[in-house]
């Protein structure tokens, strides 16, 4: 089974920073696509960024490159996403996915992404 788990939400002020962390299982984890994604109140939901585990390569949308940053901890199955100055516009559940096996440049595909975790909540306050 694909399992995956995102922790790390908060609610910090303007400007702050948190981590968030997603633990998969192994199976999923190893040379996949995994992926963050927030929906906000009244919003569709939107990728964030992703990774691809089998060679690391990320990639960002425009409203988070600079500030937002993956890294990876294959020993743990575990994505992390390092959110540095954050704005009130960030605020929303944040959602950790998997694509399923797929080649490097396949993990921007945002619609693709078929596993999904429950979520956690980032609050920023101006």
């Known amino acids: 089974q694909v399992q995956l788990v995102e922790s790390g939400g908060g609610s910090v002020q303007a400007g702050g920073s948190l981590r968030l962390s997603c633990v998969a299982s192994r199976n999923t984890y190893v040379n996949n696509c995994m992926g963050w994604f927030r929906q906000a109140p009244g919003k569709t939901r939107e990728g964030v960024a992703s990774?691809?585990?089998?060679?690391?390569?990320?990639y960002y949308a425009d409203s988070v490159k600079g500030r937002f940053t993956l890294s990876q901890d294959n020993a743990k199955s575990t994505v992390y996403l390092q959110m540095n100055s954050l704005k009130p516009e960030d605020t929303a559940m944040y959602y950790c996915a998997a694509r399923g096996g797929a080649w490097y440049w396949e993990c921007l595909e945002w619609s693709a992404y078929i596993y999904w975790g429950q979520g956690t909540q980032v609050t920023v306050s101006s």
């Open positions: 990774i691809h585990t089998g060679g690391g390569s990320t």
